[in-house]
């Protein structure tokens, strides 16, 4: 069986298995506050933020449907970022929200976490495209066990939030 036939496999198993799920909505049974938070404030927000910063140009037109657009204007509100950057095109600072999108490889994102676990406090890195590629799949499933940070899998995308208050948590969100 080949590894494309068994990614699509694992795909289907995934959509059926959480068909027939009974799941929380809108953030009710999430005990975290943090977590709470950023489903009422990001997921679940049908409106864009009102930031008064959108998305830079540069990332909007990397991105594929409004869905993520939306998505992604709203955590760029919720984390009040001063930095918004496209994985592998700019450097990371402190308290920077990186973009990953569906076209960045997977080597490119290692290298950004690697740069992001040595040199800085507080990030956000928000993979793309997650379940359309079977090696940034792997690549989020290593990242999840191993980094110290809060990671987020909603299934198309995984946040993984680097900030010292936090401690190491993983939350499978499916909706």
């Known amino acids: 069986m080949t590894v494309s036939l068994k990614f699509t496999l694992l795909k ?5 298995r959480n068909c027939f799920r009974m799941n929380h909505w809108r953030g009710h049974g999430i005990h975290s506050p943090f977590m709470y938070r950023l489903v009422r404030e990001v997921i679940v927000r049908e409106n864009p933020r009102k930031t008064g910063r959108p998305l830079p140009e540069s990332i909007a037109a990397r991105l594929l449907s409004e869905r993520d657009a939306a998505f992604l204007r709203n955590l760029y509100g919720y984390l009040d970022y001063p930095r918004c950057i496209v994985a ?7 308290r920077t929200l990186c973009i990953a999108s569906a076209d960045v490889s997977p080597e490119a994102i290692g290298q950004l976490i690697g740069r992001i676990r040595n040199d800085h406090d507080e990030c956000c890195v928000a993979v793309l495209g997650i379940n359309k590629s079977y090696d940034k799949y792997r690549l989020c499933k ?3 066990r191993e980094e110290n940070c809060v990671s987020v899998d909603l ?9 010292a208050r936090l401690r190491k948590q993983h939350y499978r969100l499916r909706g």
């Open 155 to 163: 299934y198309r995308t995984c946040l993984f939030i680097y900030d």
């Open 12 to 16: 289907s198993y995934i959509l059926l």
């Open 88 to 94: 592998g095109e700019e450097t990371p600072e402190n």
């Open 142 to 144: 290593k990242l999840i």
